[in-house]
């Protein structure tokens, strides 16, 4: 591994807030912004997520912005904020209420607590609405939905009540579009968990309703997955609940870690050991890969840009599969990568962003997102789309990439990429 690099201009921070809230079927956004607002929606609707309905042919859009401008951001409007988010909290089919700004509108000092507090007052039934701080001058996308997710964690009204010992719980999970990568996702989690014998109240977050959130005051223990673990923390010290800190379960051995760190808290040592070998039974990855390896993968160069949380997914594959990694290019602050699950590269090695394409010359494939264009002298490098934004690659069908079993959707994705060139053969008339 030659190099790993920094890059200084990450996704933005209110992206991700909405990206959350595109994740909570009947959740809301107010948001004191200008109109530029909604371009930032465009980069989830019908682009990311096909099936996203952030805005609605209806009018029951699920984010309403303030359209600030230079000249009333300066005013007092916080009758018209109470007003308005008073209004949009009175419909039935809104169930709960994120309110949070752009900079522009956060710099002149307005009380949104204050404004939430008043708008509380005046609704005849009450629903719950929460202030997501505006924070997209000084941190990274991954704080935003961290910072959602904590003021769930910190202000959802919860009278706990632990029913059984084998309820738990998942905070968080990356769910970033209603597409069927995501659902199955959720449902591997929930099918490994069950296996074990144990019983899943909540997901934080998954692909339903905002009361299903609510359940997670059933949970006797919180199982916290990476992506900044505060909001575990928190709702785990008002539940008086436990905590158990895992990675994420990709291919091999994060899988297997994370199967028997479960087992061990919950001392069932031995339904682990069935369950793996069930597996392993059914499917058996290496068997199936050990004849593509040396024929499609060892000694292939490739190129990642990815967050810091899948690293280690992208480390272990890469090994397993004798692919050789040039660069990292990854979406993050120092803090993230200090933060992950046992890391296998020191973050004090890390670079800065590159300031030449000319290394896209020496390999053979590069994983990215949409927002890294091919073109020139590189316009036959083979590119393969994955992760956020991904605007020209959908799942219709039973797609996910949590399980080690499962991760060989992703490496056959990969496989089909790197033999691309083969498909297209010259064909020459006698």
Not at 299 to 308: G, T
């Amino acid at each position: 591994m030659s190099e790993f690099e920094k890059n200084n201009t990450p996704i933005t921070y209110l992206v991700w807030v909405l990206m959350w809230v595109n994740a909570i079927k009947d959740s809301y956004l107010w948001v004191d912004s200008p109109d530029c607002f909604f371009f930032k929606v465009d980069f989830i609707q019908w682009n990311h997520d096909i099936t996203s309905n952030l805005r609605n042919a209806d009018g029951k859009h699920r984010i309403l912005s303030t359209i600030s401008d230079a000249d009333n951001v300066i005013w007092n409007r916080n009758d018209k904020f109470v007003e308005s988010i008073k209004n949009m909290a009175e419909k039935d089919f809104v169930r709960q209420i994120f309110v949070s700004s752009m900079p522009m509108s956060q710099i002149v000092w307005t009380d949104y607590d204050w404004i939430i507090n008043e708008a509380k007052q005046k609704l005849v039934v009450d629903k719950p609405i929460f202030n997501i701080p505006s924070r997209s001058m000084t941190d990274c996308w991954l704080e935003g939905y961290s910072d959602l997710l904590f003021s769930l964690a910190k202000n959802i009204d919860i009278e706990w009540w632990k029913i059984d010992k084998k309820n738990v719980a998942i905070v968080w999970n990356l769910f970033d579009r209603w597409e069927w990568d995501c659902i199955w996702n959720v449902n591997e989690l929930k099918r490994i968990l069950e296996w074990l014998w144990l019983n899943v109240v909540s997901i934080w977050l998954d692909w339903w309703k905002f009361d299903d959130l609510l359940k997670i005051k059933d949970a006797w223990t919180i199982l916290s997955l990476p992506y900044w673990r505060k909001a575990a923390k928190k709702i785990t010290s008002r539940l008086w609940s436990d905590l158990l800190e895992l990675d994420l379960p990709f291919w091999l051995d994060k899988t297997w870690e994370f199967i028997r760190t479960i087992a061990k808290h919950f001392q069932i040592e031995e339904i682990w050991e069935n369950f793996i070998n069930r597996d392993l039974t059914y499917f058996n990855s290496i068997d199936i890969l050990k004849w593509v390896i040396p024929h499609t993968f060892a000694n292939k160069k490739i190129s990642f840009h990815w967050d810091p949380y899948l690293l280690n997914w992208i480390i272990d594959i890469s090994k397993n599969l004798g692919l050789t990694l040039e660069k990292i290019f990854i979406h993050w602050e120092e803090k993230h990568l200090k933060n992950n699950v046992n890391l296998e590269i020191e973050w004090k090695d890390i670079l800065y962003w590159f300031r030449s394409w000319d290394f896209l010359n020496t390999i053979d494939l590069l994983i990215t997102n949409s927002h890294v264009h091919i073109n020139g002298n590189n316009s036959k490098l083979n590119k393969m789309q994955f992760w956020f934004p991904s605007y020209d690659y959908h799942v219709y069908s039973y797609e996910p990439y949590y399980w080690y079993k499962w991760a060989l959707i992703f490496i056959n994705r990969i496989w089909n990429t790197l033999n691309l060139p083969r498909q297209f053969v010259k064909v020459e008339s006698e």
